[in-house]
């Protein structure tokens, strides 16, 4: 069974909210080094691993480019997420995962987005596109379909959670 994405949306601030998000993924339990190597990566656009250069990343994110790098749950597992800044989304794939290694991306990605003050919202479903460019000219709210979680702000920055009644997370 194929777990779809998660979406985490985000008030953009600039490179700050990037990096204020992937230390916030790290402190949820996400490791940002290859654990082969201990070295951070990104995928450039040949498909090819290469590290994490501090100053490609900030130059692909202030032209607006897509960024792909990898997070990892464990030696074996990896999460691929997207930085799509014109959007002000991260997205990360969950197939391919056993069901604990998909809860585990899941309540970490929730973690550390509930932890920092730009977050406008979190949605996971089965049926997500795999990147969010689907969404640049329309909300997280104008989804036609009810996720099988979505977190949002609600009023005076608390959270709505609402769960999808078929949701695999509820099981």
Do not use: C
Not at 6 to 32: M, N
Not at 81 to 104: C, I, Q
Request: hydrophobic share 50%; charged share 20%.
């Amino acid at each position: 069974m194929g777990y779809g994405e998660v979406w985490w949306f985000f008030r953009d601030e600039g490179i700050e909210s990037l990096d204020s998000a992937v230390a916030a993924l790290r402190d949820a339990g996400l490791v940002a080094g290859n654990p082969a190597t201990g070295t951070p990566q990104i995928i450039d656009d040949n498909g090819v691993q290469v590290p994490w250069d501090a100053a490609e990343v900030g130059r692909r994110w202030f032209a607006g480019e897509l960024i792909t790098a990898q997070l990892w749950l464990n030696p074996e597992t990896d999460v691929l997420v997207e930085f799509v800044r014109p959007a002000r989304l991260l997205t990360f794939d969950l197939d391919g995962m056993t069901t604990a290694e998909a809860r585990f991306t899941v309540f970490a990605v929730l973690n550390a987005a509930l932890s920092l003050a730009g977050t406008q919202a979190v949605v996971t479903d089965k049926n997500l596109p795999d990147r969010g460019e689907e969404l640049l000219e329309a909300p997280y709210a104008a989804l036609r379909f009810k996720p099988d979680l979505l977190v949002s702000v609600a009023a005076e920055g608390r959270y709505a959670v609402e769960v999808g009644s078929n949701s695999w997370l509820s099981a």
